[in-house]
């Protein structure tokens, strides 16, 4: 009887879940166990898009969440879904609750808030729209239905149903991230277009089942991929978009005609008419510039010094469309594209040719023209018959007129010929030199006094010089002082010239700095132990590569630093006349195209001399760049832990 009762509960639990599939799905997906590491596991997220001859997309998102820790759980305790009222709605369908003991609850609808979302520097006024679910435990699930329609942007406005339809009016993009940083058992993604909207689409850096058939006079797209596991992140590693699976779909033909697109928009809307204003204003500053080069070299940073990064909404004008000059003059004020048009109506105030450009700073965009962008620059065409990029908004006393921190990145511009996808140049690393040099003399007593001077070019002065323009004069000295500090807590500032550092068209950042170190050395009953100074990674601010983690023996993928540069580390130290060196080594060489680097010791009479060399060739690495800059990075990690020794005659 007792075996029968079992049979028969084994069969009502079936029959109960074959009534509820949903519950049958959450029951035998697993637990923690079977996803160490994961808080949460996603049992399917599908999206179905459909697609107005407009552009305008309506979005049904559907997603299946199970929570499998507690830190999952105080994850989900909110579900928050973030838009821009400007150009798209958000609405929750249906929210329920699959409590582990099998009770189903339905949250009411009535209880989604609607608050402004949290922002710094850009206040567009970007919404959240939320719905508390309260305590859960591990077991549980969340089913979500919401809506949404219109795009990320938003742009000029005419009516209301006018202000969810993309920028580029008749297209539709998107970009899907088949990735995630919890692991997915399905991901679906449908998008349903008119057959005079033909769509070209592209799975990179995975593969996916892919589909396309006809239904109620709609070409119907699907994407869908099953048993995504959490992307394994590398230290330093580029953006997950450039590396992970990711759909990309568009309808527009090329970038040429985003390109003419993008210029026409920013014409028709009147960005860079000029004003009295600004005309009398240019020709004033422009007084003493004697060559072309002049001209854009004082418009350029002119904007960078004065127009303050800070986006606020000014109605119509966001997004894609720049606001016009007479605003940007006025305010000296806003986002990347405010100074861009500024500094494009100052040119062509000036008598040059200048357009507007869509650049990605911080990932790849891809050759299909779905828009990856982020960020808004210039153009200028010189005598050269060159387009020359400009960007007021990376260049705030930098002497570089486009930050060579933007190497490697791609790029579109507006023009009216139209322009394909292009990507910035490598900059030489000895554009970014810092060149330390030390003269000092080492007591018998373990006292290190002596002189350093430093200098630097751009993105490397830029980070020198930050610790005078990102903070009060009465701090510089204390800035200064406190580079020496960091390392050597004892050190002593006896003087310091550094000229003045806000005036950085006058040339490389140039430091002076006398000091005095008692006990750098570690006296022992007959022998002296220390780690020369320019060893120790003084000014590591201006030495990004120091922070490249160097424990992976290989990559999986690509990597990045700030920018390409060139250290050079000089140091001459006059010994005690009692003591003779036991030098740790005498030179070391790692060539290589990407990296390389070439240091030791040299003994010269009573003199120690200590010479480095690091060159990082790019900003953006392959994998196979590695072993090259793991083998510079580590050997000039090793020289800040590499002992001189002195030993008493």
């Not at 007084?287 to 004082?298: H, R």
């Not at 982020?374 to 020359?388: A, E, P, Q, R, W």
């Not at 140091?571 to 070439?598: C, D, F, R, W």
Request: contains cysteine; negative net charge.
């Amino acid at each position: 009887m007792r075996k029968i009762a079992s049979m028969l509960l084994l069969l009502l639990i079936s029959l109960a879940l074959k009534a509820n599939p949903t519950q049958g799905l959450i029951n035998n997906s697993g637990n923690a166990q079977d996803y160490p590491g994961s808080n949460l596991l996603i049992l399917f997220d599908s999206t179905e898009v459909d697609v107005k001859d407009t552009g305008l997309g309506y979005f049904h998102m559907h997603q299946l969440i199970k929570i499998l820790t507690k830190q999952g759980a105080l994850e989900k305790r909110v579900i928050c879904i973030d838009y821009d009222p400007l150009s798209a709605d958000v609405e929750f369908k249906m929210v329920k609750i699959y409590r582990k003991d099998g009770t189903i609850q339905e949250l009411d609808l009535a209880n989604v808030l609607d608050y402004v979302a949290p922002a710094r520097a850009i206040y567009w006024g970007a919404s959240e729209k939320m719905i508390e679910i309260g305590r859960l435990e591990p077991g549980d699930a969340i089913e979500i239905r919401y809506f949404k329609k219109g795009f990320t942007y938003a742009l000029l406005m005419q009516d209301d149903e006018d202000r969810f339809i993309p920028p580029m009016r008749g297209h539709y993009y998107d970009i899907v991230p088949f990735w995630s940083s919890e692991p997915i058992l399905k991901k679906v993604y449908v998008a349903k277009l008119p057959p005079n909207k033909p769509l070209q689409f592209e799975f990179y850096n995975g593969t996916c089942s892919a589909s396309v058939r006809f239904e109620n006079g709609k070409h119907v797209y699907s994407f869908t991929q099953e048993d995504i596991l959490p992307l394994k992140r590398e230290p330093n590693m580029v953006d997950p978009f450039d590396v992970a699976p990711k759909l990309l779909l568009t309808t527009s033909p090329d970038w040429e005609a985003k390109s003419r697109w993008f210029y026409g928009v920013n014409e028709d809307y009147g960005s860079f008419e000029p004003t009295p204003e600004t005309v009398a204003f240019v020709r004033e500053l422009l007084n003493e510039a004697k060559t072309e080069m002049d001209s854009v070299s004082v418009l350029t940073h002119w904007v960078a010094d004065n127009m303050r990064y800070s986006g606020i909404s000014m109605g119509p004008g966001e997004g894609f469309t720049l606001h016009n000059t007479g605003m940007n003059f006025r305010d000296r004020c806003g986002v990347c594209k405010d100074k861009a048009a500024l500094l494009i109506s100052f040119l062509r105030i000036a008598g040059f040719e200048s357009y507007a450009a869509m650049t990605m700073a911080g990932s790849r965009i891809e050759d299909i023209p779905a828009d990856h962008f982020n960020h808004s620059v210039t153009v200028v065409k010189l005598s050269d018959g060159k387009y020359h990029l400009l960007d007021p908004t990376w260049v705030p006393f930098v002497r570089e007129l486009w930050s060579s921190a933007e190497q490697q990145q791609h790029y579109l511009m507006g023009l009216p010929e139209g322009a394909d996808l292009m990507a910035t140049p490598i900059s030489p690393p000895d554009n970014h030199y810092l060149r330390i040099n030390g003269t000092s003399e080492l007591k018998p007593d373990g006292t290190l006094v002596g002189e350093l001077t430093v200098e630097a070019e751009g993105q490397t002065d830029a980070a020198i010089r930050g610790m005078f323009t990102r903070d009060y004069k009465s701090q510089w000295d204390r800035s200064v002082e406190a580079e020496l500090l960091r390392v050597y807590p004892k050190a002593q500032i006896l003087s310091m010239d550094y000229g003045d550092p806000i005036d950085y068209m006058a040339g490389p950042i140039n430091l002076k700095i006398n000091y005095q170190i008692p006990g750098f050395a570690f006296a022992g009953a007959r022998e002296l132990f220390f780690v020369p100074l320019l060893s120790g990674n003084f000014m590591s601010r201006a030495m990004g590569h120091l922070s490249l983690n160097t424990d992976l023996a290989e990559r999986k993928y690509a990597f990045r630093d700030r920018c390409s540069r060139l250290v050079q580390l000089n140091e001459t130290i006059t010994l005690p006349q009692e003591y003779e060196v036991v030098l740790p080594m005498q030179q070391l060489v790692h060539n290589g195209q990407a990296a390389s680097y070439k240091g030791g010791f040299v003994k010269q009479g009573n003199t120690l001399v200590i010479n480095q060399e690091v060159i990082l060739g790019k900003r953006v690495y392959e994998p196979e760049d590695w072993p090259e800059v793991r083998a510079a990075v580590q050997a000039h990690k090793n020289m800040a832990e590499m002992p001189v020794i002195l030993k008493k005659l």
